[in-house]
């Protein structure tokens, strides 16, 4: 009896004592729309133009349980039809991301939307920890509308994921040596503005179908799975995975149009959800699944309430004997 009660007050304190593994999510979007005398935005600061984000990250984000639906939006639009002219993103808690931007209207303009999610893995044990991060992206298109001429416009969509690593120092309690990177990249590009040649360009792993006629120069792209191996998380280090995702277009001439996106973002629904998986002897492929937390306080709980049920049978077993 002494020691089913210690079994209980040890699962009712699993929560109090913390988890093995920790994870933190934050997601944050913006876009930007200017065309003529209108200067549109909503959602986090974008600068102009936006050729490609910044590398700093100062993270105002909207912190959200991992694998969650809640999700950050933006969307700014010049008239009631947004086919017409706008820019629009979208991120969940769960690591779902579209972005996309429409010029129909064939003003000249600049048009910019993202969408960050980031995910912090703090390992509070001694072991070291490895994880595979699976994600998709949405069928894409970068495309000129109306023909090119010289000098006529700049468009890309892009996906990337970065890394920052904390490891502690073994001879400074309290400090961390941080290292960080690039983990992949992903983009379809038109620039016809800064190149005379090699316009339409994009990332060996999107496969790509580009189409040019008089009317019109377009990209699009297939559905892509991807997985990368992140980083190995020491004993007590801490790993943030960094999912960004953007579209932006800089049309310079009238009568030309475009459009650029990642997925549907006019729907604002998010698309796949990215999920991680803990790293084994065996790299197979998991069911899906929104995100996988495997090392997380409910898997401990679990496996705390199954070895106190082993001893409590054993310990029935030995008083009816």
Not at 159 to 167: E, N, P, R, V, W
Not at 242 to 261: L, S
Request: with cysteine.
């Amino acid at each position: 009896m002494l020691r089913l009660n210690l079994c209980l007050a040890i699962l009712l304190g699993a929560r109090a004592i913390g988890a093995p593994i920790d994870f933190t999510t934050g997601i944050i979007s913006g876009v930007r729309l200017v065309q003529g005398p209108f200067n549109l935005q909503e959602g986090a600061y974008l600068d102009s133009p936006l050729i490609q984000l910044a590398e700093a990250r100062p993270y105002t984000a909207q912190i959200v349980p991992t694998g969650s639906d809640e999700k950050s939006e933006s969307l700014v639009r010049l008239v009631g039809n947004r086919n017409f002219s706008q820019s629009s993103a979208v991120v969940t808690g769960a690591g779902a991301l579209e972005v996309g931007t429409r010029n129909d209207l064939r003003v000249v303009g600049l048009h910019s939307a993202f969408s960050r999610w980031y995910t912090t893995i703090k390992n509070n044990t001694d072991d070291e920890i490895d994880f595979d991060f699976f994600f998709s992206i949405l069928p894409g298109e970068v495309t000129l509308l109306g023909g090119r001429d010289q000098h006529t416009a700049h468009l890309r969509a892009e996906a990337f994921i970065d890394y920052q690593l904390l490891s502690p120092k073994e001879d400074d309690p309290g400090a961390y040596d941080e290292t960080k990177g690039r983990l992949f990249d992903y983009f379809i590009d038109f620039d016809d503005f800064n190149k005379s040649h090699d316009i339409e360009t994009h990332s060996p792993n999107a496969s790509v179908l580009c189409i040019n006629t008089t009317l019109t120069n377009r990209c699009t792209s297939l559905a892509f799975d991807g997985k990368v191996n992140l980083p190995t998380i020491p004993g007590r280090g801490e790993l943030t995975v960094f999912y960004d995702m953007f579209a932006h277009m800089n049309v310079f001439r009238n009568e030309k149009g475009a459009i650029v996106q990642l997925g549907d973002p006019t729907d604002l629904t998010g698309g796949p959800v990215g999920r991680f998986v803990q790293r084994s002897g065996n790299d197979t492929v998991p069911e899906p699944a929104s995100i996988l937390l495997v090392g997380s306080g409910a898997f401990f709980a679990v496996m705390l309430r199954r070895r106190c049920t082993n001893r409590s049978r054993v310990s029935r077993a030995a008083h009816l004997g």
